[in-house]
């Protein structure tokens, strides 16, 4: 069982991203998720988690109102809707689920003009 993560690159600041996590070998129906990120040089911080049927999401202040988690439970897989991007964004990010303690490899955002 696994978690990938993709759909990281590089924006423009304002820009927008999407990242995806899609689960193989568990559903994840049954089972809060979460996104982190870590910045060179910094601790990983959690930027959003997701209730398992999506009706109760939470943000890191840092990106209240920019970001928005969701689930399509059918497709096992979870997203992070990025917009206003910030440079401070620049990160790694990664896919956990806390019940059994999977991370993904991470997918790299980088924002920069």
């Known amino acids: 069982a696994r978690v990938v993560e993709s759909g990281g690159g590089s924006a423009q600041p304002g820009g927008s991203l999407r990242l995806s996590c899609t689960a193989s070998g568990f559903t994840i129906s049954a089972y809060e998720m979460r996104w982190y990120r870590q910045a060179p040089g910094k601790e990983r911080e959690l930027v959003a988690h997701i209730n398992s049927v999506g009706n109760r999401k939470n943000y890191a202040d840092s990106v209240k109102g920019r970001f928005t988690v969701s689930r399509d439970n059918r497709k096992n897989t979870m997203y992070l809707q990025m917009s206003s991007l910030k440079p401070e964004d620049t990160a790694r990010y990664y896919c956990?689920?806390?019940?059994?303690?999977?991370w993904g490899q991470g997918t790299q955002v980088t924002v920069s003009s």
């Open positions: 956990y689920v806390p019940l059994y303690d999977y």
